[in-house]
């Protein structure tokens, strides 16, 4: 079955320090791979899109995520956290049949230490 | 400003009634889509609208019921066969083909 899965389910850093969310998904999502952050009671926001174009993808906020088919991951970095991120993000894969369909992975939850 | 919005925000009733949960946007998508999100767990499709009347079935369509009479509204209603309605939904929309979805705040439905 297709899947996209988020290594951790927790993840907790100091603020300043960098952040590391883990990804890897079945290897039929390619092109299409999101990565998305949801704060408490509120919808999620696009945080970067992967779509062949680039492996290493620039998002909103600092955050990157880089495309390794090989190991058939997309992990999402930021080099310094901020109290803001605090969040829960998802990994997400999308197929394209007629329609896009996402699939989401069981998210991360970021909790960042002052 | 363009975007999508939910409302209500929050939504309290009582079991066995059905309930409408609204979803506007101004984005000029074609496509919508309702999610569900329990705790602690990803979201799963509901139903989904590619163009102005028609809909598809998700993954998780059983007890929900949905219109799309118009490009930009795509109301769900939680019927009372639906088991487990306490959740909190999310609707989203995008382009025509392999693109992001864009997401609304979201409604969370408690049912006693």
């Known amino acids: 079955a297709q899947s996209v899965t988020q290594l951790d389910s927790h993840v907790s850093v100091s603020e300043g320090t960098p952040v590391l969310l883990r990804c890897n998904y079945s290897s039929s999502y390619s092109p299409s791979l999101f990565w998305y952050v949801q704060h408490p009671n509120k919808g999620l926001q696009l945080l970067l899109k992967y779509t062949s174009a680039a492996t290493l993808v620039k998002g909103i906020n600092g955050f990157e995520a880089e495309f390794k088919k090989s190991e058939t991951s997309f992990h999402l970095t930021k080099p310094s956290a901020h109290m803001s991120d605090a969040a829960e993000y998802f990994c997400?894969?999308?197929?394209?049949?007629?329609?896009?369909?996402?699939?989401f992975g069981q998210g991360t939850r970021l909790t960042i230490n002052p | 400003d363009g975007g999508i919005t939910q409302s209500p925000k929050y939504l309290f009733r009582k079991e066995g009634q059905n309930v409408t949960l609204s979803c506007e946007q101004n984005?000029?998508?074609?496509?919508m889509y309702w999610y569900r999100q329990d705790p602690g767990q990803g979201l799963r499709l509901i139903y989904y609208s590619q163009i102005v009347n028609d809909f598809q079935k998700g993954d998780i369509a059983e007890g929900y019921s949905v219109s799309r009479e118009k490009k930009e509204s795509f109301p769900l209603t939680v019927t009372s066969a639906q088991k487990n309605p306490t959740a909190f939904y999310l609707c989203a929309s995008s382009r025509q083909g392999p693109y992001e979805q864009y997401f609304g705040p979201g409604t969370r439905l408690t049912v006693t």
């Open positions: 984005l000029n998508h074609d496509a």
């Open positions: 997400v894969g999308g197929k394209f049949q007629g329609a896009q369909k996402l699939v």
